[in-house]
Structure formats: structure tokens, C-alpha cells
């Protein structure tokens, strides 16, 4: 049976003085992008209603409510400040790795070039695995340069000759030109390259949480099953929605998730609800001040 913890706090605090040398075996973060801008999100409840203001699928018509809002800054005074604040993180998260644990930084294009650099200096150029383009198809497009619609995702080996990777736990996909290969292969898939395809959260799918950097299971699903073990632990030091916790326990791993944003604490005990989680170290205080508004 898997278990999780999750804390509340200053994850470079609890890094170092929570989480021993070498304990854990797959690391994920996605902190934030550094973009300058307020990150906001507001969860749209959406119900069938004849003279509702929203037409979808087969025609038919539902009306949205707006729900609860949540934000954050991403928001450095520099791209040098961004980079102070991580390389601390990236330390301990290589002291935590176990020698065959795998790490992997989710970016984007405005950091991702100084983050390898960094971590190439942290974990050695030869651990750089590979870097992953989750790219994807929504939202508006710039009419002064190429849109952007993908995400950088770095994987560093801290052993590059020994780490693990589930070779047929891998997902398949379609051919893109089924047609030139045989009906055996066509029916069978093929194995995904390191430029992955997948949608972002839907605005009012059942994986929705409202929080504003939510990422999509599918794509979290793959690097858990891929580059993990049942009832291994994982880590989250930037854990938002708590996605990674949940793909976690979903396939039978353990989680240690950390987040110092309280709608994030609140996000992730209502998606782990039906598992085995506990809040360490908790200001409960500021919790219950959060929930009354007080």
C-alpha cells in the first residue's frame, strides 16, 4: 500500500532537514516559469440547461457557473534571482536522488537554457538523458511571432549507466501514416519519441482541479510508470494541484509532496482524499484562517 506526506512549508526548509541523503527514487517538479505575470485560474462548473450559454457537443446547450479563483505571481525580479532561488533545490534534490533515481525539471522556453545549464553543472553533463517536448494545441495565437504551444521537460540520470526505465510499460500510439506499415504494427502502436503530443487539462473535464498550473495526468502517468517501480517513492517539491502525487497512487507508488501555498495544500488533500495521506508540518493557523477568510 502506498503512502503519502505532504508539507507545508518552504520546500528548500523541508529538503534539508526532512528528507534523507538518497531516499528517493523519482523526482518531478514543475516550479514556476518565471513569465512576470499573475498565473490565474477560475474552475468553470458546467451543467445541461436548454437556454444555457454554451453549445457543445452533438449541439447540445449548457450553461457555466464560475467557481473558486486561484492565483499566484510568477513573478522574479531576474532571470539571475530565478536561478539563485532553484540551484539550492536542484542541490538537495540530487543529494535526496537515489544513485538509480531519475530526475525530471518541467520549463518552458524563457528559463529552460539556463536550467540545463545549471543542472549540467550539478549532475554532470553526462546524466542529461534527454529533453521532452510536451507539446500541445490550445489557446490563442501570436500574430508577431511563431506561438508558443509546447514545454520543455529535462530528464537527468544520477547514474547514467544505471537507472531504471520500464521499457514495456510504455504507453502506444497511433501512426500518424498507418497505412505504410503493416496491419500487425498499425494495430500494435508505436512507442512515443521524445516529442509528446497530449492535451492540456480540459476547462471542465473530470480531472479539472481549478488550480491554475494544473498538468494533465496522461503526461505524468507516462514518467511514473517509465521511470519508477511499484512502491518506490516519489517527489514533489513544487506540488500545485498534486497531480504527481496522484499518478503516484495510481500506480502503487509513495509520495512526498511539498507546496507553501495553501490553496495547493487544500487542492491536494481533496485529490488524495481516498489514499493514505499525511499533512506534516502544517501552520494550521493560516490553514483555518484560508478557510474561514477571516
Not at 520543455?152 to 549507466?161: D, Q, S
Amino acid at each position: 500500500m502506498s503512502n503519502h506526506h505532504l508539507y507545508y512549508g518552504d520546500n528548500l526548509v523541508i529538503l534539508q532537514e526532512y528528507i534523507s541523503d538518497e531516499s528517493v527514487n523519482l523526482i518531478y517538479i514543475d516550479p514556476p516559469f518565471n513569465t512576470g505575470k499573475r498565473q490565474q485560474r477560475t474552475k468553470i462548473e458546467v451543467e445541461l440547461d436548454a437556454r444555457g450559454d454554451r453549445v457543445g457537443f452533438q449541439g447540445k446547450t449548457y450553461r457555466t457557473h464560475k467557481g473558486e479563483t486561484t492565483h499566484y505571481a510568477d513573478r522574479f525580479e531576474s532571470s539571475d534571482a530565478y536561478l539563485q532561488f532553484l540551484r539550492p533545490r536542484f542541490e538537495e534534490a540530487y543529494r535526496v536522488l537515489h544513485p538509480n533515481g531519475s530526475f525530471f525539471l518541467h520549463i518552458d522556453y524563457r528559463e529552460v537554457h539556463y536550467c540545463k545549464v545549471m543542472l549540467d553543472e550539478i549532475f554532470g553533463r553526462e546524466s542529461f538523458m534527454n529533453e521532452i517536448i510536451w507539446a500541445y494545441d490550445y489557446g490563442g495565437r501570436a500574430k508577431s511571432r511563431w506561438s508558443a504551444k509546447h514545454d520543455n521537460i529535462l530528464w537527468y540520470a544520477k547514474t547514467p549507466k544505471h537507472y531504471t526505465f520500464n521499457f514495456d510499460e510504455m504507453d502506444r500510439i497511433p501512426y500518424m501514416a498507418p497505412d505504410l506499415v503493416s496491419k500487425a504494427k498499425a494495430a500494435r502502436g508505436k512507442t512515443p519519441t521524445d516529442v509528446w503530443w497530449h492535451t492540456i487539462v480540459s476547462t471542465n473535464g473530470s480531472e479539472r482541479t481549478g488550480y491554475p498550473t494544473q498538468k494533465p495526468l496522461g503526461i505524468l502517468n507516462r514518467i511514473v510508470k517509465i521511470h519508477s517501480s511499484p512502491g518506490d517513492t516519489l517527489l514533489d517539491f513544487f506540488a500545485g494541484s498534486g497531480a504527481f502525487g496522484e499518478s503516484a497512487a495510481l500506480h502503487n507508488r509513495s509520495s512526498i509532496l511539498v507546496d507553501n501555498n495553501i490553496p495547493a495544500i487544500k487542492c491536494i488533500m481533496k485529490r488524495l482524499a481516498n489514499y493514505s495521506i499525511e499533512l506534516i508540518n502544517a501552520d494550521y493557523a493560516a490553514l483555518n484562517t484560508h478557510e474561514t477568510g477571516s
